[in-house]
């Protein structure tokens, strides 16, 4: 067995922002902001016994699902997991919507019957997320299946967990991704832990993307902290994808601010891996590249500051003044041969 490790990633060379135009790197930070803000509110209203239910947060994560969504076209469509806010967002699902569905109100993005382990919105491509680990990977795949099928030129990107990878039913979906040359990406979200297990516990090589040359796939692990770093891989991988090359498999090195859930303090984690892991926080990291830009002004970044914290707030208004879903609601959309 592997020795418990910090396995802090080599941080590439910050890349110059010069060849990227202003309002996507606008876009990266906003959206990444509107993720970190939404998930401090509903952690706040959770712990306040405002909200109901249970949520995993993904406060440390936001380059990775940030970068990858804005490399994708508007009609591609991606699959959640459980930790799936900041996924949601990323993609475009409404911050109000969002916030109603994790108080269970009928405005919700799925009707306020999904709650937070279920969130997304297939008006922006976001397929309602998966609570079942590895389960999206197979639908991934499937959707991808549909795509090629009907020439749409669209592409599946499935986010999934490290923990994911050691399940049958991803080693499935690859392998069938691979042999039908499918347009999918496959992109893991490294956090190091499966809930309190480290992954060098469960796991005998150092990464998973080590596993995508199994099934005949190009395969790359990277600084999942970087928005840029991630954008360029998935725009990679996706444009392959379109073009019929089959899929990829990509894994984020990142790490979350907080336990699996909210009832983990995540005192299994040494304070050390912690302390380091914190450092490499990807908000004011790309916060500061944005501020070294000429393009951009300290008034500027606080105003896209301003902008979202204006967001949530609204999008707290809109859930706590809607509606609960009506009872015959229940009703809707079950199916049954």
Same mark, same amino acid.
């Given at each position: 067995m592997q020795t418990l490790s910090i396995r802090l990633p080599d941080i590439p060379d910050v890349a110059p922002l010069g060849a990227y135009d202003e309002d996507l790197l606008a876009e990266i930070y906003r959206r990444m902001v509107l993720i970190r803000q939404f998930e401090l509110k509903v952690n706040e209203l959770f712990l306040g016994g405002i909200m109901p239910g249970t949520i995993h947060l993904s406060l440390g994560q936001e380059a990775s699902v940030v970068g990858a969504c804005l490399a994708l076209e508007a009609d591609d469509v991606i699959t959640l997991t459980h930790r799936g806010h900041g996924q949601a967002l990323a993609k475009g699902v409404r911050a109000d919507a969002l916030m109603a569905e994790l108080f269970g109100k009928g405005t919700g993005c799925c009707r306020g019957k999904g709650g937070s382990l279920h969130v997304g919105d297939m008006s922006v491509g976001a397929l309602p997320a998966i609570a079942i680990v590895g389960a999206s990977s197979p639908i991934a795949a499937g959707m991808a299946f549909a795509f090629k099928r009907g020439k749409t030129g669209q592409v599946a990107l499935n986010f999934f967990?490290?923990? =994911?990878? !050691?399940?049958?039913?991803?080693?499935? +979906? $690859? !392998?069938? #991704? #691979? *042999?039908?040359? $499918?347009? %999918?990406?496959?992109?893991?979200?490294?956090? $190091?832990?499966?809930v309190s297990t480290h992954i060098t516990e469960v796991m005998a090589i150092d990464y998973v993307a080590e596993r995508a040359s199994a099934y005949g796939m190009p395969g790359g692990t990277i600084y999942g902290n970087d928005p840029i770093v991630v954008y360029e891989a998935v725009r990679t991988a996706a444009e392959r994808a379109r073009a019929g090359e089959g899929p990829a498999l990509i894994e984020c090195l990142t790490y979350r601010r907080g336990g699996h859930k909210r009832d983990d303090p995540g005192t299994y984690r040494p304070q050390e891996e912690v302390e380091a892991w914190f450092k490499t926080d990807p908000l004011p990291a790309f916060r500061e590249r944005l501020l070294q830009d000429a393009r951009f002004s %300290?008034?500027?970044?606080?105003?896209?500051? =301003?902008?979202? +914290? =204006?967001? *949530?707030? #609204? #999008?707290?208004?809109f859930a706590l003044a809607s509606e609960s879903p009506a009872v015959a609601s229940a009703l809707e959309h079950v199916y049954a041969d």
């Open positions: 967990g490290e923990g =994911t990878a !050691n399940k049958g039913d991803w080693h499935e +979906a $690859l !392998n069938l #991704a #691979a *042999i039908w040359k $499918l347009p %999918v990406v496959f992109l893991c979200e490294n956090n $190091l832990y499966g %300290v008034s500027e970044i606080e105003a896209l500051d =301003t902008a979202v +914290a =204006t967001t *949530i707030d #609204a #999008a707290v208004r």
